[in-house]
């Protein structure tokens, strides 16, 4: 019998009691948690195929040594020369695959390959069954979160070091990215660097405008660290903060503090977002907070769960995500301060460890 992942058995029970008989997933997050590996993904078909009592992979030849190296399951291969159709077809003979459960993130040409072998008669998203499964961390994965973000703390120090009037955005960001990279990380997910006005608008891309005395300057990186990922946001003032952005940044600051501490079990995630909203609203910055206070995280940058209103969904331990309120002043500045938090049996253990004073440089 193959060595069957945890993850991937407690996704076959799921299956069983889902009554689906087939889920299937490309070269995707989902693959990598199932897994515990993710293959070079391009345009060539690749899949993973699980039913309750079985899984099997579809692979091109070219990626078939990699896979044999990280998993026992059968694999059928194909070649570039014969094209996908034959193994894909192999792989499905036999098994029952008229109820569909299929990768959202998977490639639109890999589900009409599965499409036309299983004409199936009914399709649902992956997402289904496994954002349950997902959502909760394991121990490890967890301590490979708090990895990620004593990485992210490193980073931040080193684009903190680079914030200086003339130094570009961009500079600033390449700095985190550097020290992502020397730290060992596998990818720089983002790194954004919003300087003086361009700080109200929490997605600003990260350009040429250079750092000038006077400016707030958020910097919002992460990176993904054996393929967990951080996300951190800490703010620099170069020279006196006004009293109007001290205020601003103390409001911000007590509604990160307020939101991590309301964290533990049987708590809706919609509360954990309302605590953060009422602490700006008291402070007059309520019209100003313009986002949901939270996203979960693990092996990508953004899943459940949302830390938003609406989310009655009940906070369970192993959940991970981050508590980022902000305040955007058009044309002025923006803050945020954002902690990656997950759910102990207890309470709450924020991952990242930055200092929340602000830099003032
Ligand atoms: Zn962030
Ligand atoms: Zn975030």
Redesign the pocket.
């Known amino acids: 019998m193959p060595n069957i992942p945890p993850s991937l058995q407690s996704l076959q029970t799921a299956l069983q009691k889902a009554n689906i008989d087939l889920l299937v997933v490309g070269p995707t997050a989902n693959m990598r948690y199932l897994l515990h590996y993710l293959p070079h993904a391009d345009e060539r078909l690749c899949l993973l195929l699980v039913w309750s009592d079985q899984a099997r992979i579809v692979t091109p030849e070219l990626n078939a040594a990699d896979f044999a190296a990280h998993t026992d399951l059968p694999l059928y291969r194909w070649v570039d020369a014969d094209g996908p159709r034959r193994a894909l077809s192999d792989a499905l003979a036999g098994l029952p695959a008229r109820r569909l459960a299929v990768d959202g993130g998977m490639r639109a040409d890999f589900l009409l390959h599965l499409l036309q072998v299983t004409a199936p008669e009914q399709v649902i998203p992956a997402a289904d069954l496994l954002t349950p499964l997902r959502a909760r961390k394991s121990e490890a994965e967890i301590e490979a979160l708090a990895r990620a973000a004593a990485q992210a703390d490193r980073a931040m120090q080193a684009a903190v070091d680079a914030c200086r009037p003339g130094a570009t955005e961009a500079e600033v960001a390449w700095a985190a990215e550097a020290a992502f990279r020397k730290d060992g990380a596998e990818s720089v997910t983002?790194t954004?660097v919003a300087s003086g006005p361009n700080g109200a608008s929490p997605h600003h891309n990260t350009g040429s405008r250079r750092l000038a005395p006077g400016d707030a300057v958020v910097i919002?990186?992460?990176a993904s660290l054996n393929g967990y990922q951080s996300?951190?946001?800490r703010m620099v003032f170069l020279g006196d903060p006004p009293p109007a952005f001290r205020q601003a940044y103390q409001a911000v600051l007590e509604a990160n503090r307020q939101a991590r501490a309301a964290v533990r079990p049987g708590v809706p995630a919609q509360e954990i977002d309302r605590t953060a909203r009422r602490v700006l609203d008291e402070a007059g910055y309520g019209p100003y907070f313009i986002h949901r206070t939270g996203h979960g995280l693990g092996l990508e940058?953004h899943e459940p769960p949302w830390i938003m209103e609406g989310n009655t969904e009940p906070l369970a331990p192993g959940m991970v995500f981050?508590v980022?309120p902000g305040v955007y002043l058009p044309g002025e500045f923006g803050i945020?301060i954002?902690d990656i938090v997950a759910v102990t049996e207890t309470g709450g253990r924020t991952l990242t460890g930055f200092s929340h004073e602000l830099v003032v440089k």
């Open positions: 983002f954004l919002d990186i992460g996300d951190i946001t940058i981050s980022e945020r954002e």
